[in-house]
Nanobody, 124 residues
């Protein structure tokens, strides 16, 4: 199993980025995005079910970020708009084959597989 995240980069405040996470070696029921800023704990950003019908966001990204998935491509996306300097972090995707309530997917313990992360830097 491998999760490959990409799409990070340097962007000015107010700009946008779209992160992608391509999964291989398995079929996953839920995906999540997390981020970790220097000196801080890893925190939940967003999660989505396989059907794409259920998703969940951290309060600090609601209205700015959108998670989606393309099962045909085994890819999950994180569209990030209106970026702020405090969004600067390494963003990682995670996946699980377990079927769980979407609300518990805020915990890193609910995921079985992790990607390597992609750096997002937002300048002021």
């Amino acid at each position: 199993v491998q999760l490959q995240a990409s799409g990070g980069g340097l962007v000015q405040a107010g700009g946008s980025l779209r992160l992608s996470c391509v999964a291989s070696g398995g079929t996953f029921s839920r995906y999540g995005w997390f981020r970790q800023a220097p000196g801080k704990e890893r925190e939940f950003v967003a999660a989505i079910t396989r059907s794409g019908g259920s998703f969940y966001y951290a309060d600090f990204v609601k209205g700015r970020f959108t998670i989606s998935r393309d099962n045909a491509k085994n890819t999950v996306y994180l569209q990030m708009n209106s970026l702020k300097p405090e969004d600067t972090a390494v963003y990682s995707c995670a996946a699980t084959t377990r079927v769980q309530s979407i609300v518990v997917l805020t915990s890193t313990a609910m995921y079985d597989y992790w990607g390597q992360g992609t750096q997002v830097t937002v300048s002021s």
